[in-house]
């Protein structure tokens, strides 16, 4: 089947061409931290974890956007999903990758990598997190890659993967939590410990990953003459509301108990965040948008006239995406280290090269999304025809 | 037999597969790790630890500060964003916040923090390499040759201890000391309790810098130590223990 990404028509060449643009110049910053070392980042000795651990966190709830479509579909019989499980899988493969890549990117000896498995150690939790996320991407490789191979030839799928679907939807809840696990373990961080650090990742994954699925679903109608259903779109939106919903409520119980506790190491966090500290705000504009856009997008899509009209669908979506990507991506790692465990207010803004190599390593997520889309498409209009 | 293109595949993948899953079987598999044997009068039956007596610490005196980063090459890069430390001092209020009081005339005074060489650190659980590690001596150690520079105990270390190398240090040492290692970009370093000194049997180069006795260092299993007589006879404190981290420097304030 790989050889359907081969043949496209010019739109599909320009996407392609440009993405692998972005790459190349990622590449070539990331070619200058390899020689000068980390530093040519904003990360520092007290915001120790910057933009390419925040990409990977949230990206992995990016990738819950196939169990949110394989679970209904396959332990529920929702038809509807059929025909999309493929871009939910597709999606996680794209940003799964894309998450191993930031981690490659965040080392400072990346040539030492496989030390992970040279010297395997069950106690860190980077170990885990490293077993789980490759076997993610390894499942919905071999997952989507069978059903639509066998779709193409108009057979059921062979009954070996059955297993792996059911094995598929637990195993998407273990990268969630894994890497909640990443913070919620450590104890002199009062910002990440707190229990409820897994459930806030399941929620708000089951938030952003569905909402690009949407997206996606958009972008695939527009340019193919493959149609996911405005139905199949409709259920989704539907979780999305849910999982927002949720995820907000998740994050209130967390500002409930810093401030009505006011136990300093939890609160100075959140301080810093939404208010700022000693003069230092740079989190602030980001996280009252990120606020505001979860609010908007909530009221968008509990209120069935605005869910239903897909043009505001879309928007809403967009913000969804957006809030999570703040809250998750730029909130939840970066003020952990912020007041640092001696008090010292330290902040961290990524330099030009760190954002740059981070854009590279979105196209190269958006490169193998949209060959692999590519596949999926182009299969699914000639059974169509 | 016969193989096709496809046959060949599917077991030349599974054997890649199998090759990948060894480590993990590996580990799962493997009982404890066998301890490296101590020799007779070098690790067995020690615990190293410190005890700072902030009073007698000398305002403005760098001594022990200096005597440390010169004789393990620590590098001088002058900004707060790549600063690499082994042991500075901050002022009492930031590292003692649970004992902040608006009179208290010691606010301000700075105290002497290093690496507390936890009994249960935080940064040898989170390592996913085991790069850095606790002696049966009690002391935390880094393995500059297998860090792969993730920071996780960086986040993990309740206490600030550690630092990366953002850049490579070595134009930024002054003088390098030829008898310890110099480290290279990318990879975590902290306090080593001078290891080295006192497997010739001298003792940590802050603990001798400082003139004002201000330092002890001691072995908590050795009955008559001068620490022991300290810990017994005086009320002290350590950085943030209700985290379970059993931390070894121990403050007389």
């Given amino acids: ?385 | 037999m016969k193989t096709d293109r496809r046959g060949f595949l599917k077991i030349g993948g599974l054997g890649i597969l199998g090759f990948a899953a060894r480590p993990l079987v590996d580990v799962l598999l493997r009982g404890d790790l066998v301890e490296a044997s101590p020799a007779p009068d070098t690790l067995a039956g020690k615990r190293w630890a410190m005890a700072v007596n902030v009073s007698k610490c000398k305002e403005g005196c760098r001594d022990c500060i200096v005597a440390c980063h010169s004789v393990h090459n620590v590098p001088d890069l002058g900004n707060p964003k790549d600063e690499v430390k082994w042991i500075w001092t901050e002022s009492y209020k930031k590292i003692f916040p649970e004992q902040e009081q608006e009179f208290d005339a010691r606010g301000g005074k700075p105290v002497v923090v290093l690496c507390n060489h936890c009994d249960n650190p935080p940064c040898v659980r989170v390592c996913p390499t085991k790069a850095t590690f606790k002696r049966s001596d009690g002391i935390v150690m880094m393995d500059y040759h297998r860090c792969i520079g993730c920071r996780f105990c960086m986040a993990a270390c309740p206490y600030g201890s550690r630092s990366l190398n953002w850049r490579d240090p070595r134009p930024f040492i002054k003088k390098i000391n030829p008898e310890f290692p110099t480290r290279t970009r990318g990879v975590v370093e902290k306090c080593d309790f001078c290891v080295e000194r006192l497997a010739k049997g001298l003792i940590p180069a802050c603990v001798e810098a400082c003139k004002e006795k201000a330092l002890v260092f001691g072995n908590l299993k050795e009955s008559g130590a001068e620490i022991r007589e300290i810990l017994r006879a005086n009320h002290t404190i350590r950085r943030r223990p209700w985290l379970g981290t059993g931390p070894q420097i121990y403050y007389i304030v």
């Fill in chain 1, 1 to 385: 089947m790989l050889e359907k990404a081969l043949i496209g028509s010019k739109k599909y060449y320009g996407l392609v061409t440009l993405l692998l643009i972005i790459i190349g110049a990622g590449f070539y910053f990331y070619l200058r931290q390899l020689s000068y070392g980390l530093g040519i980042t904003g990360m520092s000795r007290d915001v120790s974890w910057g933009l390419y651990i925040t990409q990977f966190t949230f990206l992995v709830g990016v990738a819950a956007s196939a169990v949110m479509v394989v679970l209904p579909y396959y332990l529920h019989n929702y038809k509807i999903f059929g025909k999309i499980t493929i871009l939910g899988e597709f999606l996680a493969v794209a940003s799964v990758a894309m998450c191993l890549t930031f981690i490659i990117a965040d080392l400072g000896q990346p040539a030492r990598a496989f030390n992970v498995l040279l010297y395997p150690t069950p106690t860190s939790i980077l170990f885990w997190d490293m077993v789980v996320l490759n076997g993610y991407l390894l499942l919905n490789i071999v997952i989507g890659w069978t059903v639509l191979a066998s779709e193409r030839k108009s057979v059921p799928p062979p009954a070996w993967v059955k297993p792996l679907i059911y094995l598929s939807i637990p195993w998407a809840v273990s990268i969630h939590t894994v890497t909640a696990f990443i913070y919620a373990g450590i104890p002199g961080r009062g910002f990440w410990l707190t229990a409820i650090m897994a459930p806030r990742f399941l929620a708000s994954a089951f938030a952003s990953g569905p909402a690009l699925l949407i997206l996606m679903c958009f972008i695939v109608r527009r340019f193919t003459r493959f149609d996911p259903g405005k139905e199949a779109i409709q259920s989704l939106a539907k979780i999305v509301a849910y999982a927002v919903a949720v995820s907000v409520f998740f994050v209130l119980l967390e500002i409930f108990t810093v401030f009505y506790s006011q136990i300093p190491e939890h609160m100075h966090h959140f301080e810093y965040l939404f208010f700022g500290m000693e003069g230092h705000e740079k989190l602030v504009p980001w996280i009252w948008t990120s606020a505001i856009l979860a609010i908007l997008s909530l009221i968008l899509l509990i209120n069935p006239v605005t869910r239903r009209k897909e043009g505001i669908l879309a928007m809403t979506c967009v913000a969804v995406f957006a809030s999570l990507w703040i809250e998750k991506g730029l909130g939840l790692v970066i003020t952990g280290f912020i007041p640092s465990p001696l008090g010292r207010v330290f902040e961290y803004s990524p330099t030009g090269p760190e954002v740059i190599i981070t854009l590279g390593i979105w196209a190269m997520g958006f490169l193998i999304l949209t060959i692999l889309y590519k596949i999926a498409v182009t299969v699914k209009e000639e059974i169509s025809t």
